[in-house]
């Protein structure tokens, strides 16, 4: 199952490359400089979906459109910043990540953060 994840984390890393910031897809949240664009929510919905179709029953726990997280600690749960870096991605620093945990009854059992500026993928599981 690691290498299905790592190939879904990337393919959202090529969403975020192909991304282009305009103003009008920028919003705030609560906070300072807190902000989300329609991207991070796309790769987001996007991200839930893949990781659904592989690993059915899964929860989920999303840092943008957190309508559908699941609250409870029981089995697996997906962790997802779509874009870890908003700010440098609005100001097009190209220095974001797509970040995904995956904990199993409130323990992080893996974790995948990937630059697809650079190519870049880090995985880790627990154990190993």
Known sequence: MSKKVEAIV???GKMLLSAHVE??????KIG????VTDYDTA?????????GSIL???GFFGEEDTEGNKHSTDGQV??????????????????????VGLAEDGKM?????????TEQMWMAERGK
């Open 32 to 35: 300072p400089a807190n902000f």
């Open 78 to 99: 997906f962790y997802i910043d779509p874009i870890d870096g908003t700010t440098n991605f609005m100001f097009d620093y190209h220095n974001s990540c797509v970040s």
């Open 10 to 12: 990337r393919e959202a």
């Open 43 to 51: 790769i987001q919905r996007f991200l839930i979906s893949e990781f």
């Open 109 to 117: 059992i893996a974790g995948w953060v990937y630059n697809p500026y």
């Open 56 to 58: 059915p029953g899964c």
């Open 23 to 28: 103003k009008n897809i920028i919003h705030e």
